[in-house]
């Protein structure tokens, strides 16, 4: 079992920044993808970005490429997404998730743990 705790979340003005981090325990010694997905008001759960257990792979959807970074530390138990040039379009509750292996997983059903989620709001 992986435990999965998200914090950084909050209100940001359009062009800002925020920093989310994701803290893993539990099972943290077996090899996990770490993904961030986002979830829109009325909309489906979409994927944000990956990050594969080296830290040497990441992969992001087109609408943050540039603008966010993926990155992981400390024994590879802490994740991080650090979001620039924040966009109104941005606004969702984030969700930090883990899917297990080495190879990095981009699709919603291949992970397996997702924290409580942290609301993002970018006003215009």
């Known amino acids: 079992q992986v435990q999965l705790v998200e914090s950084g979340g909050g209100l940001v003005q359009a062009g800002g920044s925020l920093r989310l981090s994701c803290a893993a325990s539990?099972?943290?010694?077996?090899?996990?993808?770490m993904g961030w997905f986002r979830q829109a008001p009325g909309k489906e759960r979409e994927f944000v970005t990956a990050?594969?257990?080296?830290?040497?792979?990441?992969y992001y959807a087109d609408f943050v490429k540039g603008r966010f970074t993926v990155s992981r530390e400390g024994a590879k138990s802490t994740v991080y997404l650090q979001m620039n040039s924040l966009k109104p379009e941005d606004t969702a509750v984030y969700y930090c998730?883990?899917?297990?292996?080495?190879?990095?997983?981009?699709?919603?059903?291949?992970?397996?743990?997702w924290g409580q989620g942290t609301q993002v709001t970018v006003s215009s």
């Open positions: 990050i594969n257990w080296s830290g040497g792979s990441t």
């Open positions: 998730a883990a899917a297990p292996g080495i190879v990095l997983k981009i699709k919603l059903d291949d992970y397996n743990y």
């Open positions: 539990g099972r943290t010694f077996s090899p996990y993808t």
